[in-house]
């Protein structure tokens, strides 16, 4: 049987412009709350002398009885089918994700241990199932193939914005913001010069287009 053993807090309340890949905006920052059940420090002892974690998660969709063996990647431009135990997509016989975040604390409160993470591509409210530390030894692979996956790259694309709009914005968030869009997080088959898009970020609400490749920040407002 598996169980949650808690959940992570993040800046995203949607799933559209949440990174694709974990570690792709550093700056991300997380707090992985435990259940009551698991809130003890003794089980994050020496948890600290590690720089890398692996979190297992549960992705948070609709459950399918029928098994679909192939699915349609975004890298791809979502038109080709690729066995789904060859992608990381989220529609797979067990909705269970993997995402490597660097550690950044430990806090020990009155509601428990809270660990601090960052790199983190989540929703907010994600059930985290385990935590478990990278070794760099048995984990890093640096030559290793990567098939379709290491074939298609996307270069950052570029952003611009007036100085207008990020007038009243602190600049750690304007700057996050920024990394977020420069991974372009429209699907990559959506290529509509003329939509407005909307993204929400921890407390703002941000509108963005698309002009002549680049990406143009139109308004960042808080909620």
């Not at 997380?30 to 998660?57: N, P, S, T």
């Not at 789904?84 to 428990?112: H, W, Y």
């Amino acid at each position: 049987m598996i169980e949650p053993i808690g959940e992570i807090r993040t800046p995203f309340p949607e799933k559209f412009g949440i990174p694709r890949q974990s570690g792709v905006v550093p700056e991300l920052e997380g707090q992985i709350i435990l259940d009551k059940k698991y809130r003890v420090m003794e089980a994050f002892r020496g948890i600290e002398d590690y720089e890398y974690l692996w979190l297992l998660w549960q992705f948070d969709i609709p459950e399918k009885e029928d098994f679909t063996p192939t699915v349609r990647p975004p890298r791809l431009g979502g038109n080709t089918r690729m066995g789904v135990f060859a992608t990381r997509s989220p529609f797979r016989p067990n909705a269970i994700g993997l995402s490597c975040v660097k550690m950044q604390r430990l806090e020990e409160t009155d509601e428990g241990p809270i660990l601090h993470v960052s790199g983190v591509d989540l929703r907010d409210h994600t059930k985290i199932l385990d935590i478990k530390p990278y070794l760099p030894y048995a984990d890093a692979h640096p030559d290793a193939r990567t098939g379709f996956a290491g074939q298609v790259v996307y270069a950052q694309q570029e952003v611009v914005a007036d100085q207008a709009v990020l007038e009243g914005i602190p600049k750690e968030d304007a700057a996050v913001i920024i990394q977020l869009l420069e991974q372009d997080p429209r699907p990559h088959y959506q290529q509509d010069e003329t939509r407005i898009y909307g993204m929400d970020y921890d407390r703002y609400d941000v509108k963005f287009k698309v002009e002549d490749g680049k990406i143009r920040l139109l308004s960042i407002k808080e909620r």
